[in-house]
T-cell receptor, first 110, second 119 residues
Framework: QSALTQPRSVSGSPGQSVTISCTGS?????????VSWYQQHPGKAPKLMIY???KRPSGVPDRFSASKSGNTASLTLSGLQAEDEADYYC??????????FGGGTKLTVL | EVQLVQSGAEVKKPGESLKISCKGS????????IGWVRQMPGRGLEWMGI????????RYSPSFQGQVTISADKSISTAYLQLNSLKASDTAMYYC????????????WGQGTLATVSS
């Protein structure tokens, strides 16, 4: 069971927008609307940012948005801020009571 | 307030066993799944498995099936992750996290337990 494919790194300047992709297969991302995204700052536990493809938990800024098309999910951060610099992981339900994470993307705010 | 508090850092030798605990509070522990996630040094998150403390229904990622044991004691609101015959490659941060159902995300996370395996 291979990890979902994410770019290793993305970058953007404050105020800009960046998009992180997450590519899987019809057995995971493409097969279910259960994709979530997590933000992880160095030395910290991950934090849920998006669930069910595009829903934001309470307290997550609306600068974070997400979508899915076929076997690829995407997370978009608009109006980049310095505190957005972190690692981002997608996660998808993969059937049979299991899920799978993406390899992670390091976001650098220039 | 929902909290998941994990046991402290561990240093073990190859071949030894390790059992990490995750104590939940602030919610009905038996009614939510608890999952375990591995993060090796400098690497990404890996979904290991989940358990429903209410009836101890346990599911494993194929990658971890047979390599780890997940258990729970709902009477003390605690879940466990056990690794036997430790290898240096088991050195990692291990997180527990809560999920409402098997298709919902991890909404609350423990602080992580660093396990170091070294001779």
């Amino acid at each position: 069971q291979s990890a979902l494919t994410q770019p290793r790194s993305v970058s953007g300047s404050p105020g800009q927008s960046v998009t992180i992709s997450c590519t899987g297969s019809s057995s995971d991302v493409g097969g279910y609307d259960y994709v979530s995204w997590y933000q992880q700052h160095p030395g910290k536990a991950p934090k849920l940012m998006i669930y069910d493809v595009s829903k934001r938990p309470s307290g997550v800024p609306d600068r974070f948005s997400a979508s899915k098309s076929g076997n690829t999910a995407s997370l978009t951060l608009s109006g980049l801020q310095a505190e957005d610099e972190a690692d981002y992981y997608c996660c998808s339900y993969a059937g049979s009571y299991a899920a799978i994470f993406g390899g992670g993307t390091k976001l650098t705010v220039l | 307030e929902v909290q998941l508090v994990q046991s402290g850092a561990e240093v073990k030798k190859p071949g030894e066993s390790l059992k990490i605990s995750c104590k939940g509070s602030g919610y009905t522990f038996a009614s939510y799944w608890i999952g375990w996630v591995r993060q090796m040094p400098g690497r990404g998150l890996e979904w290991m498995g989940i358990i429903y403390p209410g009836d101890s229904d346990t599911r494993y990622s194929p990658s971890f099936q047979g390599q780890v044991t997940i258990s729970a004691d709902k009477s003390i609101s605690t879940a466990y992750l056990q690794l036997n015959s430790l290898k240096a490659s088991d050195t990692a941060m291990y997180y527990c996290a809560r999920l409402r159902t098997v298709t919902t995300p991890f909404d609350y996370w423990g602080q992580g337990t660093l396990a170091t395996v070294s001779s």
